[in-house]
């Protein structure tokens, strides 16, 4: 058994999505993409809701036709954006349900059944489940369930909402035999001939001679006349959906304030969080890409410390940053992705401390960040080379150090020999008197404000460098060991500035 997902007026839903609220008024959508050879009246319209059919609008009148029947319609045209939005949530949807499924047509999707409980009840409560799912993501679906892919989508298109077709002939032609000719999206050339002929119902064309049909009206009739006597079971065109989840729509009317912008990211992350909610995940980033009226894009990954799909937070975290974000332009196109994830499962030790609020954490670090400046918040991360105290402000990571009397396997628990160097942070500066001798050189006195003695032995130099290829970040010291006459060990070193305290030892 195979089901189908089918969202009547696709690109108009699609278009509706984001404000579901105005979908009581009478609507009707614009095909803008046939309107370039005409000169007048060149919109169009191709769908409509069944508010603007009952005030007498009707498909293929022109715009201003369509106004003049109600003047309370509302003009829409299409956005790409939004189909494609609409068109990966019912894919995400159907992939929750079995692992076969084809995107047939905009708005439409095959499931294949097999492996699932093929009872009638249980394939009427799947394909209700199905409906309401997609209900709370403002997607209104048809549900059609029959024996063959291309049965199940005529039945889907007649489903209201939802029919299953048991595999049975008599209950198969009885379905087929009264739906007009219209249903098969025939040629309208084709479609013609056949009312010229008397014929005007799938039963009427299934009852005369397949191969004298098909000589007179040519081989493309072909799988149309298998479909009016029952379809064939056909191999899917199995897709596979993309992981991120992605909300997107290009604005009409350029958004110039921070208010506008915080509402649209507001409405998809309902809609994202009702597709998280419908197969248990959580979102661990987002993706927000904004495109301004310049042509210009801006794209930046929030990292959600704690993954959840709950909306206040992950919009705070968006708040937090569009605050301190200035834009040169207006917005004209706004999406957001998440990336999902499974909630994350772990049970506190009685002694374990932890954030109480990872998310409030990470929303103050923010903050800070917009006030201090990039690269002044965070943790410390020691840059690769030997240059001492390297170190540079990265993201911040926590401390997954193990507790008390806990060791990792990588510890390294090989013994230690010699004193401990007791360095000072910053270097403190001093005064070295020096004797050369040939090529030598041999440090007779040590002073400064912590200590002064005389230099009873000395070991050294031992030369260090590095960055040689960058004139901003080269470097080279030179590093002595010195025993004071009355005093302790100290680490001395000296570089471009003069002579530093680099600490000393235990």
Same mark, same amino acid.
């Given at each position: ?84 939005? *609409?068109? =990966? ?5 159907? !992939?929750? @349900?079995? &692992?076969?499924? $084809?995107?047939?047509?905009? +708005? ?101 001679? *397949?191969? =004298? ?5 040519? !081989?493309? @009739?072909? &799988?149309?006349? $298998?479909?009016?006597?029952? +379809? ?110 499974? !909630? ?163």
């Amino acid at each position: 058994m195979y089901a189908v997902l089918h969202l009547p007026n696709f690109e108009l839903q699609s278009r509706l999505r984001d404000d579901p609220s105005v979908a009581r008024n009478p609507l009707a959508l614009l095909d803008e993409s046939s309107a370039a050879g005409r000169r007048k009246d060149r919109h169009r319209i191709v769908q409509l809701n069944r508010a603007a059919r009952e005030a007498g609008v009707e498909s293929g009148m022109t715009a201003t036709q369509g106004q003049a029947r109600c003047p309370e319609l509302h003009l829409f045209t299409r956005d790409i954006a939004r189909e494609q939005s *609409a068109r =990966e949530a019912l894919l995400f949807h159907a !992939a929750n @349900l079995s &692992p076969r499924i $084809e995107a047939t047509a905009p +708005g439409l999707c095959t499931i294949d059944l097999k492996g699932l409980d093929e009872r009638p009840e249980s394939l009427l409560r799947l394909a209700e489940h199905s409906r309401e799912s997609l209900t709370c993501l403002n997607l209104q679906a048809r549900v059609g369930i029959a024996s063959n892919p291309d049965l199940a989508a005529l039945v889907a298109r007649c489903a209201r909402p939802v029919r299953l077709l048991e595999d049975k002939r008599g209950q198969v032609a009885a379905f087929l035999n009264p739906l007009p000719l219209s249903i098969l999206d025939l040629n309208p050339a084709t479609l013609q001939i056949l009312h010229g002929w008397g014929i005007a119902t799938l039963g009427q064309l299934t009852a005369l001679p *397949a191969e =004298e049909v098909i000589r007179r009206l040519g !081989a493309e @009739l072909i &799988p149309s006349h $298998e479909l009016a006597g029952g +379809g064939r079971d056909r191999p899917l065109q199995l897709h596979e959906p993309a992981m991120d989840l992605t909300e997107a729509a290009d604005i009409e009317h350029p958004i110039e304030k921070l208010e506008a912008l915080i509402f649209v990211l507001n409405r998809f992350l309902e809609q994202i969080a009702a597709r998280l909610e419908t197969v248990y995940l959580v979102a661990e980033s987002l993706t927000l890409k904004l495109k301004f009226d310049d042509d210009s894009v801006f794209e930046r990954e929030f990292r959600i410390p704690d993954p959840t799909r709950d909306t206040r937070i992950l919009l705070r975290s968006l708040h937090t940053f569009l605050e301190s974000f200035t834009a040169k332009a207006a917005v004209i196109g706004v999406s957001l992705g998440a990336r999902p994830a499974r !909630a994350a499962e772990r049970q506190l030790d009685l002694f374990q401390t932890s954030l109480r609020d990872p998310n409030q954490f990470a929303e103050t670090l923010a903050r800070l960040d917009a006030l201090l400046g990039p690269d002044r918040v965070g943790s410390p991360v020691i840059e690769p080379g030997h240059r001492p105290d390297a170190v540079k402000i990265g993201p911040f990571q926590p401390d997954d150090r193990p507790r008390r009397g806990q060791t990792t396997p990588a510890a390294d628990t090989s013994p230690r020999f010699g004193p401990a160097l007791r360095r000072f942070r910053p270097p403190l500066p001093v005064r070295v008197q020096v004797r050369r001798n040939s090529d030598r050189e041999f440090l007779i006195r040590v002073d400064s404000q912590e200590l002064q003695g005389h230099v009873q032995e000395s070991q050294g130099p031992w030369k260090q460098s590095g960055d040689w290829w960058d004139v901003d970040t080269e470097w080279a010291r030179e590093e002595w060991d010195v025993q004071l006459s009355h005093g302790p060990l100290l680490r001395l070193a000296r570089d471009n500035e003069g002579w530093l305290l680099d600490g000393i030892y235990d």
